[in-house]
């Protein structure tokens, strides 16, 4: 069964420095998501990613956030200047570009905790 | 919002029992698809059904779609302690493939 992956599974970082999340999506899969869930909330959508550029962005997604697909396989989120509130659970997922019914896989999520 | 609302919060039902949930939701759909979250894990997907189609089974899982009521259900039968977890309802719009999620509803299986 294909995967989504995430690295790392927990990052603790201090207060206004950078962290990168990372993920390696389906390979041939084409639309690429971050989702936050802050603990025990609703999922939140971050933004989406096709064709090597952001197609959506929610209100969250603000300048303090970046996406990038480096190198055709890893696709990353940055922030730049972390803050106590950004401490979440932050999903990577991937769906495939064969029609518009399909499944979005999601990653084991990595727990970024803010101190 | 586009987001689903799931509907109890949150239910405790002994194993053997079935469990239902429900998920309202506010504008046209393509899809509704089923997610199951254990405790500080992933998202696992569940079951997607599509906004032409009204019912759908997938092993003790069953799922309706009312797209006149904007309205969808869950049902897991013969629940096991295994089934613990909480259940979320995700739309998926027609003129874009991002996931909306409602809040999710606890499950809780009592052995």
């Known amino acids: 069964e294909p995967e989504v992956t995430q690295t790392p599974s927990h990052q603790v970082t201090q207060m206004g420095q950078e962290v990168i999340l990372r993920c390696v999506p389906i390979?041939?899969?084409?639309?690429f998501y971050w989702y936050r869930q802050i603990l025990g909330q609703k999922v939140e959508f971050l933004v989406s990613f096709y064709n090597n550029e952001i197609s959506e962005k929610s209100e969250i997604f603000d300048d303090q956030f970046s996406v990038e697909r480096p190198d055709g396989s890893n696709f990353t989120l940055k922030i730049r200047s972390t803050k106590l509130e950004d401490s979440a659970m932050y999903f990577c997922a991937s769906l495939g570009g064969v029609g518009v019914n399909t499944e979005a896989f999601f990653g084991q999520g990595t727990r970024l905790t803010v101190v | 919002s586009q987001q689903g609302e799931e509907d109890p919060q949150a239910l405790s039902i002994q194993e053997g029992e079935n469990a239902t949930m429900n998920c309202s939701y506010k504008t046209s759909i393509n899809n509704l698809q089923w997610y199951r979250q254990n405790s500080g894990r992933g998202l696992v997907h569940l079951i997607l059904?599509?906004?032409?189609?009204r019912e759908k089974h997938s092993g003790r899982l069953r799922v309706t779609l009312d797209t006149s009521k904007k309205s969808s259900s869950l049902l897991i039968t013969a629940s096991r302690a295994a089934d613990t977890a909480s259940y979320f309802c995700a739309t998926q719009r027609s003129n874009d493939y991002k996931l909306s999620f409602g809040a999710g509803t606890t499950v809780t299986v009592r052995a």
């Open positions: 390979s041939n899969h084409l639309y």
């Open positions: 059904i599509r906004s032409n189609e």
